[in-house]
């Protein structure tokens, strides 16, 4: 398993932190530690993820030499919209509002549970 640097603010990230989502060189995920098609099934298991560690969660993203840019683009925005999921759920459960509607230290309540954390590793 590679390893990867600790952010700046943290001294170790712990490993029940890191969701591994990896891309190989023929386009196959292993998004955790299944190997996935289904967006679906890896929104939900992105979210669940999310849900239970919150600001600690962190996702790193590692795609091979091979990788096509689309597969690559498609996972990212899979990710972001993980977090924008999670941001409006938890919107409606604390205010019952959208996102949309919150003022603005609202939704920096809600980005400071959920701030975006998606760790890019160089291609192999």
């Known amino acids: 398993m590679p390893q990867f640097p600790a952010a700046s ?16 060189s023929a386009d196959r995920v292993l ?11 890896m929104l939900q298991a992105g979210k669940d993820f999310l849900r239970k560690h919150g ?12 990788t096509s840019y689309g597969a690559y683009r498609h996972m ?6 993980i977090y924008a999921d999670i941001r409006a759920e938890k919107a409606m459960e604390q205010y019952g509002k959208s996102l949309s509607e ?12 959920f701030p975006i954390s998606i760790k890019e590793a160089e291609p192999k």
């Open 102 to 113: 919150l003022s603005m230290e609202e939704v920096n309540q809600i980005y400071k549970q």
């Open 31 to 41: 998004f955790g530690d299944k190997l996935q098609q289904n967006d679906g099934e």
């Open 76 to 81: 990212q925005e899979l990710l972001m919209r």
């Open 9 to 24: 603010t943290r001294s170790k990230v712990k490993r029940e932190n890191l969701f591994i989502v990896r891309i190989n």
């Open 55 to 66: 600001k600690d969660a962190i996702f790193s993203l590692i795609a091979d030499r091979g």
